[in-house]
Every structure is written in structure tokens, then in C-alpha cells.
């Protein structure tokens, strides 16, 4: 694994090995940022399933949508931060609230979840509400309840229990309004005075476990690092760097890990993934579900278990299948039936590494064919955080698309856009890369001839030529952009926005650091997890204290006050 | 100038020929003059049914077909005996199945228990001289030998003599077993719904997809599914298990053969093949079977024939226990089974010198298939994580 780094290390371009040698091997110390405004994002509904199965349990069904966030700046986690409630947003929030709260005081599971037992179960027990709600309180809203929200929960707990004669109807009342406060359904970036910064404030200690837990476990802060705020631990070096190795090594780290990739990759595409299965008998939602799980896998397996060099997911053999998987790769899996295991394709096959996975190239072709525009923009905007312009709206596809044209294959199809030129200006930056991945159709089964015509699926990257999909995958390998897009678009996720102008250099001495690492991603986490720029903040904008009230519009707010 | 395109043509066209085998090759995998992956190349049996030859008139049952077990009943009551036992009429046709087949002298079941009934019309069995098969006996012209009984032999579509098929003899005439017929089509959707009794081919040693002479078939039962595409359709290149008990696979007789051009012939031998269909199921030993498979050239489907001797018990357990279907199949089961008795033309017993077996051949259609042993299983490093 370390030769592996190494040789990779030597491989790259002159300008990251110089920004390696000049950033870290040098010693060079983490830049200093000035901070951001304190914030709040919405919890995602995978953040939002993962904190109420870790306080209760997976037993807890969660069946329900919320409404979307928008995909900013390449991911979902930067949209969070805009994210709006409206009224009916607020509606399915309850809806959910009150089946989970029902769910964790029905008679199959309070004597576990409710921690204490009420003298008279027919009617109010106000100190074990609060009993109840103090250690519930802390998980969900990842610090201890203040004073004013415990009594509110109590006392609407004790009203309702004593209305309809049970002490668990109070119960799931009161934790129904928990999960529809602004404290749970938004992660807070709460400060405090802090005279050692240079804004002269600082994210709280549990501010700082929630941010922290949700970039590295996608999920609410565990008791250990509660307690690690709470002690003060989290604003010391040692115990933040404690705490950070610790999640680090925690079976956890697979779940966070996804999420960023799902992120990243923009795989919620997968929900509205449609195929022509008259063309792709194949293709299946079952099988689309399985391309998307086995990404995922790859990369998890790729850099949480093995923690191999992150560019080697575009060139690595090593992946898993499950049946639908085998009969789009026709390869034999041994357990037809159902589940994963574990395959590396032969070293002579075509294909290699995520981008020849069914999951990208179904996910970027269109539901009857392939598409070397779509992959090609995929590979440019998702691995190499290149822009490619969107298409001018008054395309003449009718050359494209003729049925009577003598172009057979997509290559031949494509040149048409060479002739027109609105239309070469972006092609010629897409598809001489999504060419490359023509001898896959559009769910990614392989082929060589399209309409009884040879497939060239020669090309270039940035210069880089390549001859098929392998090494084109080999040429991804060896991009410095596409370390760097990752490096750029982890901080982005982790801190829920775009790089400040302020931050660049301490971008690059993440990527030259990342570089230094041999490209481990888990050195990666660490090195974001442990700065202080993850945390700085500045003052909070217009006085607020550090929760942007612009967050919920005027009509929820009200409701959500009542 | 038209010299010169011609010239070009004529010099151009076999390498672009030249150029589309390759790729054809290329894309179909099997198609290559090379190895499969392993040496191995793998079908499940999609369909599986009697091979019937069809003359557009039906020239080969000139009493024409038979009727049905039900029709025979019918028109031995009396109108007051149709009131009676239909409830004044409230049993509609499709329902009174299990009336007919309980038309014994004393209530028993005629199917299961056939020879209770004598007066029943014979059974209408194929007199034209044109069948599908092979020559299993060894003769021309139907002569007993040691393995087989006197009987009429066939000439194949194509002219060759000595085809042994008395199965189709057997119902050739009957409704349900024709093209379309209900007893079949029936027994092919239980078997692609149900999951069982799924044939197994592998072909080992393979060094040649197309072109090899010495190649292993063997014949298992998987204990997969077939998975099905969106219009019901079986999905090709799917993983299959092959079923497995402590001392090896329950089934797993295997067969020399040899492929020329993407054909695969069989030489001749006993195989144990499991059969589900119209709620019944067999195991029967098809004696001296061989069978013949064509490839396709995109190497995903393959289709042909299977010949051999089949168990006459087993079968007449099948057709005695077809239940409802017999009603639409359209035959007497008293007459069936004494006609089979008379067919029947393989494998004498040594006391009775009654042959036990009949001649038959069945026309199959299978897919591509990954045929998995449990070694594969156990070797293979499963990811439950």
C-alpha cells in the first residue's frame, strides 16, 4: 500500500509534486482563514434517518419523503444551508415527527426507550418527563436542552398526559415537538466568546462535536464526543485530535463516507433513473438500486477498509456484485438468490475502476442509448470540478438525430457538432472523454460495435491520449484535478459552503497535503476534521446568536412559534 | 471509373467482411475461436417440449383429433344424468373436470386409475410418415431389436429414415400436445414462474466455442430462479446453482460431445433430468438420449432437440395427473394409456418382453447461463457487510 502511494506520488505532475515540497514537506503549518458567519443547515433525510435510529434504534421506521434541497455548488450539503421550510415542508416534518414519537412510546418498545417508568402511567409524571426529555433532548439536539425548551417539552407532556389519561400520550406529544424544532431539524452553528480568536468568537463545544459528527458519521454526535464538548475537550488540539482518530477508526466513519460520495457523485439521480427495458432487458429497478450500492461499495470498500490511494477507484479491479450485477457484466456470481460478493475483474478485461461500473455509465446515458456528452460532462463537472456550459437553447438536433443519416456510431453522430459552432465550443470539451466509454451501452453492458460499425474509442484527456476505457481510466488516475476536485469539494461538504477567497490557500495545503498522504482519504478527513479553519467563525451577522432566522420563512416561523 | 469502384469493391468488401466477423466475434464472446472464460459455456433450459411435426392439414391424424375426457363423459348421460351431476347446469363446462375423470364404474379416478374403463373410443394416433427425432435403435425399418420392441419407424422432415419418435405417435393427435396446445404452453409457465425442475447445461473443456471435438455436456438441476425482465422475458447471462446434496449434485449425468460451427452434438448415454409441469413432478432417466444444441452467434441463446427413450410410467404418471388441464388437452385417459402401452418400443421388460420405455423427442430453447457448483460458493469470498 505505501509503494502503491509512492509510485503514485511520483506520477504526478510537477506542479503538485512542487506544491507537495513547498507546502508540507517543508513543514509548512495550516494557513490561517478568517472564518464565515455563523450558520444552520437542514438536516438531509439520510442525517435525519441516521440520528433517530442511532437514539432509538433501526427498528424505527422512518416513511417519508421531506422536501428536496438544491444541488449548489455540486453538492446538496452546500443547498442545506438555503434550505427553506414552508408550510408544507413543516407538514411532512410533523407527519414523520409524530410516527417516530409514536413509535418509540407504543407498548413494544417503551420499556426501553422511555427510561424511566411513571409512578401512574394514567396520567402525568413530571419528573419523569423530564428525565425523559433531558436524555433525549441531548441527543437530538446535540447539546442539553436549555431550561426554557425542557420546560416547554415537560409541561406539554404533563398537559397532554393528563388530558387523555396517559402518561406515553405526553410522552409522544412532547417529542413530536421536539423533532419539528428549528434546534433538530437544523444543525446550528451556536458560538460563544472566545478572546484568543481573531473574530473574538468561536463555535460552542457541542457546535463544534455536531459539526464535526456530521461531516464524519453523517449522524448526531455520539456520547463520547457530548461529553468531550461538554468537558471543554473540543477546543483543545489534543482532545479534538483524541476524538477525530477515534471516529476515524469507527465502523461509523463507512456511513459518512457514503453520504459524501452520494453527495458528490449526485447519485440521488438514481431515484428518477429510467431505461428502455425493450432495448435493456437487463435493466431493472432492482439493478439500478445495485449499480448505485455497488459504487458505493467500491469506494467505501476502496478507501474506508483497504484506505488504498483515492485515485486508484478509477483503475481498481477490485469491486462487488451481486445477480443483477452479473447479468449486465455477464459475469457468474454464487448467490443468485440475493446478496453481495466480493469480484475483481481479470486483468485483460475492459473493464476498471467506478467510471466503467453499470452505475456511471447508466446514470450519465440516455433511457435508450448511450451518451459520450453526458459521461463526458459527468467526468468534467463531478471528478474534475470543470464547468462546462450549459447548451444554448435553440439547438437543431435534427442533423443529430436523423434516422436516415449514414452515421452509425456515436462518434460518427457527434461530429456533426464539429460543423456547428455553438455547439463545438462545449463538445469538444465532453466528448472526446465520453467517447471513450462507447463500447459500453446505456446501462453499461459491453460491446464493440454499434449498428454493425466499429466503436473507436480513442480520445484525450487534457493531452492525455487514451485508446480505451481502461486507460482513460488510467489517464483519470493520473489527472492532478482529479485529487484536487475531491479535495475542494470534501471541504465544501464538511463545511456546508464553497471555499472562501480567503480559504484557497488553505485548500491547496489540503491538497498538498493530501498528496503527501499518497491520497488517503481518511488523511484527508483528518487533516479537515482537525483545523481550525472547519471551525472558525467570525461575528454573527446582524446580532443574531448564531442561528439565521432568514432560514424559515415568516409563515412557518409563526407556526412553528405557536 | 466503374472498373476502378468495382475493383475497389471487390477488394474491399472481404476485408470489411473480414472486419464484422471479428467484431462479431468480439462482442458475442462465444462466437471467438477462442476458449470461453474457464472452458466452459453454460444454458438453462428455457422450453422444453415434445417435438410434434405438423402438416398444414393435419394430413397426419386423418380421423382428425381426439376429444376430450370430458366429451366422452358428456355424451354417455342421458339429459337427466347431465342435470343431476351438473346441478341442473350450474357446473359450467371448465368445472366438470373432476366429474369426468370420476366417471369409474364405482366413482374412481379414470386418470390414475386408467384401465378401469375399456369401451372408451381408441385413442386417434399419428399415421403420416414424417417426425422429428432420431434414429435410437439402430435400424430403418422398426424391426424388435434387443433394447427396442416392434413398431413403425418415421423419416425426418429432411428425408432421413429409421426416426424413432413413438411419443409423438402417442399424441400427435392430441389437441394439448400440438403447437399452441394448452398442456405444454401450461407446463413451460409453471416451470418459468415456479423456479422448478430448471435444466442445467454445461459444457466443459471447451477450447473452441464454435469448432471443438471433444467437449463435456452435463445435465443439473439449478436451484435458481430464472430472473425476468420487465415484460416477463428470461434474462440472459443470469447465475444459476446447481441443486447439491452431501455425496454431489442430485443430478449430474454427463455426456461426450463434440461442436461443429457452433453446434453441439451429443453422443448417446442415460441422463437423469428433472421435469415440473401441470403440477407434477418427474425425475425420470431418458435411456440413450442425445442431444443436438445450436448456438446462436451473439452466443446469448441456443435452441434444439433431445432424443431418447423416456420412462413410460414416469410419463403416464404426468399425463394421468394433468388435473384440470385434461379437460382442454383433449384426450381420454383410459385410452391414452392403453395406446401408450401399445407404443411403447424401448427397453423390454425381460419377463413380460412389454417395453418399457418409448422413443421420444423434445424440442428445447435455453439462454446463456453461469452454471454455479458449491465449491464455487464456498471459495469465493462472500462481502455481507
Known amino acids: 500500500m505505501l509503494i502503491s502511494r509512492m509510485k503514485l506520488s511520483f506520477s504526478r505532475t510537477a506542479c503538485v509534486a512542487v506544491a507537495v515540497f513547498a507546502l508540507t514537506a517543508c513543514g509548512e503549518s495550516e494557513p490561517q482563514t478568517g472564518g464565515v458567519p455563523p450558520d444552520m443547515r437542514r438536516v438531509t433525510v439520510e442525517q435525519y434517518r441516521n440520528v433517530i435510529h442511532d437514539v432509538f434504534g433501526e427498528h424505527i421506521e422512518i416513511a417519508s419523503r421531506f422536501d428536496p434541497l438544491v444541488r449548489t455548488d455540486g453538492l446538496f450539503a452546500i443547498g442545506a444551508r438555503n434550505a427553506l421550510v414552508t408550510p408544507s415542508g413543516f407538514e411532512k416534518f410533523y407527519n414523520v415527527a409524530r410516527s417516530v414519537a409514536g413509535q418509540v412510546v407504543n407498548e413494544d418498545n417503551r420499556a426501553v426507550l422511555v427510561s424511566c417508568t411513571p409512578e401512574d402511567a394514567s396520567s402525568a409524571d413530571d419528573a419523569c418527563s423530564r428525565h425523559f426529555f433531558s436524555e433525549v433532548g441531548r441527543y437530538l439536539y446535540r447539546r442539553p436542552l436549555t431550561e426554557s425548551e425542557m420546560e416547554t417539552a415537560v409541561s406539554a407532556a404533563n398537559e397532554v398526559a393528563d388530558q387523555f389519561g396517559d402518561f406515553y400520550t405526553g410522552i409522544e406529544f412532547g417529542l413530536t415537538g421536539l423533532l419539528v424544532t428549528p434546534s433538530f431539524l437544523f444543525i446550528v452553528d451556536e458560538t460563544e466568546p472566545d478572546t484568543s480568536s481573531p473574530s473574538g468568537q468561536r463555535l460552542t463545544g457541542y457546535a463544534k462535536a455536531a459539526r464535526l459528527s456530521f461531516f464524519l458519521w453523517n449522524s448526531a454526535p455520539d456520547e463520547m464526543l457530548l461529553k468531550a464538548a461538554e468537558s471543554g475537550d473540543l477546543h483543545t488540539e489534543k482532545g479534538m485530535t483524541r476524538q477525530v482518530d477515534r471516529m476515524l477508526q469507527s465502523q461509523f466513519l463507512a456511513r459518512g463516507v457514503r453520504a459524501f460520495f452520494e453527495d458528490f457523485l449526485d447519485l440521488e439521480k438514481f431515484e428518477t433513473l429510467e431505461k428502455d427495458t425493450i432495448i435493456y432487458p437487463a435493466y431493472t429497478v432492482k439493478a439500478a438500486e445495485s449499480a448505485k450500492e455497488q459504487l458505493l461499495r467500491t469506494i467505501v470498500d476502496h478507501t474506508v477498509n483497504k484506505d488504498a490511494p483515492y485515485p486508484e477507484i478509477f483503475t481498481t479491479r477490485s469491486t462487488f456484485v451481486d445477480s443483477h450485477l452479473g447479468r449486465v457484466y455477464r459475469v457468474p456470481v454464487t448467490r443468485p438468490d440475493g446478496g453481495w460478493e466480493s469480484y475483481e475483474f481479470p486483468e485483460n478485461d475492459v473493464r476498471a475502476g467506478i467510471l466503467t461500473q453499470m452505475g456511471f455509465l447508466s446514470l450519465y446515458s440516455h433511457p435508450g442509448r448511450s451518451s459520450a456528452t453526458l459521461r463526458g460532462k459527468a467526468v468534467r463537472e463531478l471528478l474534475l470540478c470543470q464547468k462546462v456550459p450549459d447548451p444554448p437553447g435553440d439547438i437543431d438536433f435534427s442533423l443529430f438525430n436523423d434516422p436516415n443519416a449514414p452515421s452509425r456510431t456515436a462518434r460518427q453522430r457527434l461530429t456533426v457538432h464539429a460543423t456547428v459552432p455553438s455547439c463545438a465550443g462545449c463538445h469538444k470539451l465532453t466528448d472526446p472523454i465520453g467517447l471513450g466509454f462507447e463500447q459500453f451501452d446505456g446501462i453499461g453492458q459491453f460491446r464493440v460495435a454499434e449498428q454493425g460499425a466499429v466503436i473507436d474509442v480513442s480520445g484525450d484527456l487534457d493531452g492525455n491520449q487514451f485508446d480505451n476505457a481502461k486507460s482513460l481510466a488510467q489517464a483519470m488516475h493520473d489527472s492532478p484535478g482529479v485529487p484536487a476536485c475531491l479535495t475542494n469539494q470534501l471541504y465544501s461538504y464538511a463545511a456546508g459552503r464553497a471555499p472562501e477567497r480567503d480559504e484557497r490557500e488553505f485548500v491547496r495545503y489540503l491538497e498538498a497535503s493530501f498528496a503527501e498522504s499518497g491520497y488517503s482519504l481518511q488523511a484527508l478527513l483528518r487533516d479537515i476534521a482537525t483545523s481550525d479553519a472547519f471551525y472558525a467563525v467570525t461575528q454573527p451577522e446582524n446580532g443574531d446568536d448564531g442561528v439565521r432566522a432568514a432560514s424559515l420563512n415568516d409563515k412557518t416561523k409563526q407556526e412553528l412559534g405557536s | ?385
Not at chain 2, 376430450?68 to 351431476?85: F, G, M, V, Y
Not at chain 2, 434414429?135 to 425426418?156: E, I, M, Q, W
Not at chain 2, 428445447?364 to 458449491?374: I, L, R
Open chain 2, 1 to 385: 471509373m466503374k472498373t476502378q469502384q468495382n475493383q475497389m469493391k471487390r477488394e474491399f468488401l472481404p476485408v470489411l467482411a473480414a472486419t464484422v466477423a471479428i467484431l462479431t466475434s468480439a462482442v458475442t464472446g462465444v462466437a471467438a475461436a477462442d476458449a470461453p472464460p474457464n472452458r466452459t459455456l453454460g444454458f438453462v433450459v428455457r422450453d422444453w417440449m415434445p417435438a410434434v411435426y405438423e402438416s398444414k392439414f393435419i394430413d397426419e391424424c386423418p380421423a382428425g383429433l381426439n376429444i376430450s375426457n370430458d366429451e366422452i363423459w358428456w355424451r354417455s348421460l342421458s339429459k337427466a344424468e347431465r342435470s343431476e351431476k351438473t346441478q341442473d347446469g350450474l357446473i359450467t363446462t371448465l368445472d366438470r373436470w373432476f366429474l369426468s375423470k370420476n366417471r369409474g364404474p364405482n366413482g374412481e379416478d379414470v386418470c390414475i386409475n386408467p384401465e378401469v374403463i375399456k369401451d372408451d373410443p381408441p385413442l386417434l394416433t399419428v399415421e403420416g410418415a414424417t417426425s422429428f427425432g432420431v434414429n435410437l435403435d439402430g435400424n430403418v425399418d422398426g424391426s424388435a431389436t434387443p433394447k427396442s420392441c416392434r413398431h413403425d419407424n418415421f423419416s425426418s422432415p429432411a428425408g432421413v429414415p429409421g426416426i424413432d419418435n413413438q411419443l409423438y405417435r402417442l399424441i400427435g393427435c392430441v389437441y394439448g400436445f400440438r403447437d399452441q396446445g394448452v398442456i405444454e404452453i401450461n407446463a413451460n409457465e409453471m416451470r418459468r414462474t415456479s423456479g422448478l425442475a430448471m435444466i442445467l447445461i454445461e459444457v466443459t473443456d471447451v477450447d473452441d466455442a464454435r469448432n471443438d471435438d471433444d467437449v463435456t455436456v452435463t445435465f443439473y438441476r439449478s436451484i435458481d430462479q430464472f430472473p425476468l425482465d420487465s415484460s416477463g422475458q428470461v434474462i440472459p447471462y443470469s447465475s444459476y446453482r446447481i441443486d447439491h446434496k452431501d455425496d454431489g449434485p442430485r443430478y449430474g449425468d454427463s455426456l461426450k460431445a463434440s461442436i461443429v460451427d457452433g453446434v453441439i452434438q451429443t453422443s448417446s448415454g442415460d441422463v437423469r433430468l428433472p421435469y415440473y409441469g401441470n403440477y407434477n413432478y418427474l425425475h425420470p432417466v431418458i435411456r440413450d438420449m442425445q442431444m443436438t444444441l445450436e448456438i446462436t452467434d451473439d452466443g446469448a441463446d441456443a435452441k434444439g432437440m433431445v432424443a431418447g427413450y423416456y420412462d413410460l410410467e414416469q410419463y403416464l404418471y404426468h399425463t394421468g395427473g394433468l388435473g384440470p388441464v385434461i379437460t382442454t388437452g383433449n384426450f381420454s385417459c383410459p385410452a391414452f394409456f392403453e395406446a401408450a402401452k401399445r407404443m411403447a418400443d424401448g427397453y423390454p421388460d425381460p419377463e413380460t418382453g412389454e417395453c418399457t420405455h418409448i422413443s421420444s423427442a423434445f424440442e428445447v430453447k435455453a439462454h446463456a447461463a453461469f452454471v454455479v457448483h458449491p465449491e464455487q460458493t464456498s471459495k469465493m469470498e462472500t462481502a455481507e457487510r
